[in-house]
């Protein structure tokens, strides 16, 4: 019997796990999908000369993860590659905002908007130089951070205090106001913010916009030499190396409790798995506390608690295999890993409240992803392997660009989405679809269905709004990897941080655990198992 079973190997239950197995735990991790990684998976299915990402590709987060940089996954292969600069947003006249990894560079870029911007822009980078320790230790350890905390408000105290701490719960629309006078440095943080579900109008969001923006100026958005799944591969060589085992094509369908403690996992095919000391679930939230638990074992809040729990937006992604690179309009776009596709702010708004009335945005708001700038491992010489993806109401009502999306994402819908995606690039990158060899549309249900967390599509495990964030995550009152049964502990993205390639949900859960670790191994517990599995009765 293991000390622990893992349920998921997606990137933070292999954090989880690899952890465990420093400690000296013998570790179980059971998989659903017949390969691991989650939402960190590559393959060669839109031509076999280009290597794509599924789900993820870009991951600043990872690059600023003490979790993964305390893994040493450099010594199981993983390498990082940068392209030229970190992300370009163009508009339909030519002009471009740039984010580089050379602060002057940015604020070059943004001075082409508005003389003084790019001094503005070296403010704001002080302003995350003051707080980028403190800060970056409250979002990668469990809640509530307290030492982190703690030397976070004395860092905003010297950087202002309270009027500091307004600019981070401002909406990004404001704060970009406030701080440029040009449309450059607001689109920089507004498109970073939606790299979450953060309207330019949503409260907190400026702080979300300028987390992401400082990380692409620090820590660039780094992509796994080879592909996505190159990092997948780190973390499971470095699991299979201390011992532990892993299973795919394994769905778990119940946690077995048993006097009142998770005490394992029962599979789809029957199988029980057992679990000595505890058992941690890279499962989204809903997965957890409405499939895997029986409720009988949850108090009676949770299920109220889960009729609020609210996902972030649907997800819709096209991967290309492109003859050429992409014939920007804009220069500095040519050079950049990441683009953000929409006509200035004003249209990010526009998307926004087209969701929020659930509607099929007519002007959908692309990030877009140029691997082989960023990784020439990806494709061939003179060729791009390229992507975007955008946002979608889940409860679709109507489309805005009347065009008959209903929401069904049957065959016709997938294509009139997918070809709306491509006049949008058209409108920055004239002469675009001439160069398409092969496309792959990726709907919110095919998303779902290739990484079960991926419900509808959503990427962050839920809301990154303000009221599903700290103690209100993934439910009010918790904010915590424990759950109400002991034994068992959220790992997922639906727990504190939330969601990103960064490890932190797995390795919080996975240090609750080992604080538990003197507790007795449950071998009564595991007798009885073994009964009821000889008997055939249910768990």
């Not at 003051?130 to 970056?136: A, E, K, N, S």
């Not at 011992?243 to 095919?269: S, Y």
């Not at 969701?355 to 691997?371: E, K, S």
């Not at 918790?478 to 502990?489: D, I, Q, S, W």
Request: aromatic content about 6%; some cysteine.
């Amino acid at each position: 019997m293991p000390d622990a079973v893992v349920v998921g190997a997606g990137p933070n239950g292999l954090v989880a796990a690899n952890l465990l197995a420093d400690a000296g735990w013998s570790v179980h991790v059971l998989e659903e999908q017949p390969l691991p990684g989650g939402a960190v998976r590559h393959d060669r299915g839109v031509d076999p000369a280009f290597v794509s990402d599924l789900f993820s590709s870009f991951y600043p987060l990872a690059a600023a993860s003490p979790v993964l940089a305390g893994l040493g996954l450099e010594e199981h292969g993983l390498r990082w590659s940068h392209a030229p600069s970190v992300l370009a947003h163009p508009l339909t006249d030519g002009t471009c905002a740039l984010l580089d990894r050379d602060l002057d560079t940015t604020a070059a870029s943004l001075d082409t908007f508005a003389a003084g911007d790019g001094a503005a822009w070296h403010r704001l980078h002080a302003f995350w130089q003051r707080l980028q320790p403190d800060l970056l230790n409250a979002l990668f350890t469990p809640f509530p951070p307290v030492r982190a905390v703690a030397g976070l408000a004395l860092r905003l105290r010297a950087a202002g205090g309270l009027r500091a701490a307004r600019s981070l719960v401002l909406p990004v629309r404001r704060l970009g106001e406030e701080e440029f006078r040009g449309e450059g440095g607001r689109l920089l943080l507004a498109g970073s913010a939606l790299h979450a579900d953060l309207a330019p109008e949503a409260a907190g969001s400026g702080g979300f916009g300028w987390l992401m923006a400082m990380l692409g100026q620090t820590y660039g958005f780094p992509v796994p030499v080879g592909g996505s799944g190159a990092l997948t591969e780190a973390l499971v060589g470095r699991l299979r190396a201390r011992g532990a085992r892993l299973d795919c094509g394994e769905r778990v369908e119940r946690i077995v409790v048993r006097d009142g403690r998770a005490v394992g996992v029962r599979t789809a095919g029957g199988r029980t798995v057992s679990a000595g000391r505890a058992v941690l679930a890279d499962v989204s939230v809903p997965a957890l506390y409405g499939e895997l638990v029986a409720a009988e074992h949850l108090p009676a809040q949770v299920p109220a608690d889960l009729r609020r729990f609210q996902w972030d937006f649907a997800t819709f992604k096209v991967d290309w295999a492109l003859d050429g690179p992409v014939p920007w309009r804009a220069e500095p776009a040519h050079r950049a890993g990441t683009v953000h596709v929409a006509d200035g702010t004003d249209e990010l708004t526009r998307f926004a409240a087209q969701i929020a009335m659930r509607q099929v945005p007519d002007r959908p708001f692309l990030l877009f992803g140029q691997m082989t700038t960023a990784d020439p491992a990806r494709s061939p010489h003179g060729t791009e392997s390229a992507w975007a993806y955008t946002h979608v109401p889940h409860d679709i009502r109507a489309d805005a660009g009347h065009e008959g999306i209903t929401g069904r994402w049957d065959a016709e819908d997938q294509e009139r989405m997918a070809d709306r995606v491509e006049r949008q690039v058209e409108r920055m990158a004239p002469g675009f679809r001439g160069l398409i060899r092969a496309r792959r549309v990726l709907a919110p249900p095919t998303l779902q269905a290739l990484d079960g967390n991926l419900v509808g599509g959503a990427i962050n495990g839920g809301t990154t709004a303000l009221h599903q964030q700290l103690v209100f995550r993934p439910v009010p009152g918790t904010g915590r990897p424990e759950t109400a049964v002991p034994g068992l502990f959220l790992a997922s993205a639906g727990a504190h941080p939330g969601g990103g390639v960064h490890g932190a949900p797995g390795a919080n859960a996975a240090r609750a655990a080992l604080r538990g670790r003197r507790a007795p191994r449950l071998a009564a517990a595991q007798k009885v198992l073994t009964r009821h599995d000889r008997t055939g009765a249910r768990h």
